[in-house]
């Protein structure tokens, strides 16, 4: 090899050598090598105290989670939400780690679960903005897919930092309440078999159906069957089944009033109280109202909570539930036996 070809070569591994330095130095927030196992927030670590406010973004909408004086809160209804999981989510983001430095392709971010809205939902990361008292942003990342491949119990997650296009591969799990609904205590009232008296789905230019109990503890049965048609039991039981318990997938501020003749459930109970859901919208986007109405001292108590819990507000209901508020006296019947 003469000295022309060592001098080639030695240019050569010398640019080889910057490219590597500028692609490490142009990575988030200088992450290199050397900083596997530093904390990613380590202000976070020390301001966990201080974070009174969490919005995420995902592929759905965008929502902030408060904590007040009086509990934690979704910012936008004012409904409650689980204080362990605005907690947990704030422990879990203050003790991430670098592992290392992944790609800045734009088109690879669907793999790692960091796409921009507008991709494939499953692929689209989740915006985190961690903020003060005094609206200083504490933290913020995009969340994607976990990564097993980490060592140790917690695993990994990629990420991306605020305002950087570079993703990561950290150690640690960001615990995200997924779906919305799983930020609430979602389960009322228990109206079980042996309390429910009877529930009757009325309005909405759509049949009404009766249903009672003759006794406490016997399964409801269909009032109303039409002529040749009996009840079908599994239909109904599955009616029982939708107030054991009484639960929500959303919750909003209560917006407008019912139509005249809106869609409405009445559930009656064996302990002196009746639950009118009633449809505020299009029935089949599942938004109801909830009112109570106390017939006896006996389910007093149980009453009150079930309307303290829900008095100003609207709930939407699962896709199965909105479904049954549809149903006809065709969905719930079945030929009679001759």
């Known amino acids: 090899m003469n000295m022309k070809q060592i001098g080639l070569l030695s240019a050569l591994a010398a640019l080889c050598v910057a490219a590597a330095a500028l692609s490490m130095s142009s990575g988030p927030q200088g992450f290199a090598s050397d900083k596997r196992g530093q904390l990613v927030f380590p202000g976070l670590t020390q301001k966990a105290n201080d974070v009174t406010s969490i919005t995420i973004r995902d592929f759905e909408r965008a929502f902030t989670v408060e904590r007040r004086e009086d509990g934690f809160y979704n910012k936008e209804s004012g409904y ?29 971010m669907a793999d790692l679960g960091l796409a921009e809205p507008g991709a494939a939902p499953e692929a689209v990361g989740r915006d985190m903005t961690f903020r003060d008292a005094k609206g200083n942003v504490l933290a913020g990342l995009t969340v994607g897919n976990s990564d097993a491949t980490v060592g140790g119990a917690r695993g990994g997650t990629f990420i991306k930092l605020a ?4 993703a990561l591969l950290v150690r640690g ?94 559930v009656t109970s064996w302990k002196g109280y009746t639950i009118t859901y009633t449809a505020i919208g299009d029935v089949a986007d599942g938004w109801v109202r909830f009112t109570t109405q106390v017939t006896s001292d006996v389910g007093k108590e149980e009453a009150e909570d079930f309307r303290r819990k829900t008095e100003g507000f609207d709930f939407k209901l699962a896709q199965h539930e909105i479904d049954m508020l549809r149903w006809t006296l065709k969905d719930v019947t079945q030929e009679a036996k001759s």
Request: aromatic letters at 6%.
């Open 163 to 166: 305002d950087q296009k570079q």
């Open 80 to 108: 409650p939400v689980k204080p362990d999981a605005f907690r947990d989510l704030v422990g879990s983001a203050s003790f991430l780690t670098f592992e290392e430095t992944k790609t800045s392709d734009p088109a690879r």
């Open 173 to 266: 799990q960001l615990r995200v309440p997924v779906p919305h609904a799983a930020w609430y205590e979602i389960n009322f009232v228990n109206i079980q078999r042996d309390a429910l008296a009877g529930i009757v789905i009325k309005g909405g230019g759509l049949d009404e159906i009766i249903t009672k109990a003759e006794k406490k503890g016997d399964d409801i049965t269909l009032v109303n069957a039409p002529d040749g048609r009996t009840g079908d039991g599994s239909k109904l039981m599955r009616l029982g089944f939708m107030v054991d318990p009484i639960s929500f997938q959303d919750v909003r501020k209560a917006a407008g009033a019912p139509g005249a003749d809106a869609r409405q459930m009445i």
